[in-house]
């Protein structure tokens, strides 16, 4: 299996933990006895996506408690970055300030074109029954998907933030998806890229002074180009909430992965001292085997940050990058990809096991 490819492949001898798995392209099957749900593909059995509903469930509940008090101070996009926002205003703030610095206007906006590329591309081509499957989102179909990536565009549409304390219009959502509701296929592929156009509109016509203007953002106040970086990562993952359970090819190297990794790579302190829990003293890699080759560093000297380099770690863990972002973001089930080998560790067992199951940082 070619690294970066999000499916977990073929079940061996069509079973999963000794159970039998099969069914048909984009259904749901719940394996018995194990804490996953799988999606059937057109060329491979089955593919772990998540963990069962009820364990879904469970695992947000004290999350969502978490993140409520944020929620009430500004809209969130549902785009995987609510726990940050209520994880400490002083973490929100030194993340914003550092992605910031990390690419040109120019380099954003040219990702985000990729990004809508890459979506339009996708739906031009679904047949009716592929809007109807699972996606890698638990509460979602690709349609669903569709539907809620348009939304955010939608309501960025003409907004020009005047502060900090300016949230995006998030508000507009949910009309647009009661209203999608209603809508042919065909005509949410003609909305969707009527939109992307409008967005690709306004993007090549911003200076540096509007992407230097404060507003809210889903990871607390930053900067108009800190929220589109924000909205490439969010793009590029759900693009593969989709393309996975479709069979469909992606590419996953490139400067828009690069840009959604470092949203991974700049909230590795907090991943590593709030979810994994690493004690004081102890140090971690994570060796990054491609499409995206890398190494992310963090230590715990008091409080968990990330440095540049760590002569001996007392764990390292390797993986693929598309696999890691995959966890950071609860997209698969870490037991499935454990046991499938596409994430190991070498160094302290204990922790190496606790970090490989204890990446996610978004819902």
């Not at 469970?58 to 996009?77: D, Q, S």
């Not at 959604?260 to 003293?281: M, T, Y």
């Amino acid at each position: 299996m070619p690294p970066g490819d999000g499916w977990l492949g073929p079940v061996a001898a069509g079973t999963v933990g000794g159970t039998a798995v099969t069914g048909a392209a984009g259904t749901v099957i719940a394996v018995p006895g194990a804490a996953s749900t799988l999606v059937a593909g057109p060329s491979r059995p089955a593919v772990a996506v998540s963990p069962l509903p009820e364990l879904h469930a469970a695992n947000r509940a004290a999350e969502l408690r978490t993140i409520a008090t944020a929620r009430r101070r500004m809209p969130i996009a549902g785009d995987g970055s609510r726990e940050i926002a209520a994880a400490g205003r002083a973490w929100q703030d030194s993340r914003s300030t550092e992605r910031q610095t990390m690419a040109t206007r120019a380099e954003t906006i040219s990702n985000l074109n990729r990004c809508y590329d890459e979506l339009e591309e996708l739906i031009a081509g679904l047949a009716e029954a592929d809007w109807k499957v699972q996606s890698l989102c638990p509460d979602w179909n690709i349609r669903g998907v569709v539907t809620h990536s348009a939304g955010i565009e939608n309501a960025l549409i003409g907004w020009n933030p005047t502060g900090a304390d300016d949230p995006p219009p998030f508000d507009k959502i949910p009309p647009f998806v009661a209203e999608s509701k209603g809508w042919s296929s065909e005509e949410l592929v003609a909305r969707v890229r009527s939109i992307l156009d409008r967005r690709r509109e306004e993007l090549a016509a911003a200076t540096d002074e509007d992407f230097a203007r404060p507003c809210g953002t889903p990871v607390g106040p930053a900067t108009y180009h800190r929220f589109m970086d924000i909205r490439v990562f969010d793009l590029w993952v759900h693009q593969r909430d989709m393309t996975y359970p479709l069979g469909r090819a992606t590419d996953d190297a490139g400067p828009a992965a690069e840009m959604s990794l470092d949203e991974v790579h700049n909230s590795i302190g907090f991943i590593v001292g709030k979810k994994v829990g690493l004690p004081d003293g102890h140090s971690i890699a994570f060796d990054l085997t491609g499409p995206l080759e890398r190494t992310i560093y963090a230590k715990v000297d008091g409080r968990a940050t990330k440095v540049d380099h760590l002569d001996d770690p007392t764990v390292t863990v390797t993986s693929d990058s598309t696999t890691f972002i995959q966890l950071a973001c609860g997209r698969i089930d870490p037991q499935a990809v454990i046991d499938e080998g596409r994430i190991s560790w070498t160094g302290d067992p204990v922790w190496g096991d606790k970090a490989a199951r204890s990446l996610r940082f978004t819902m």
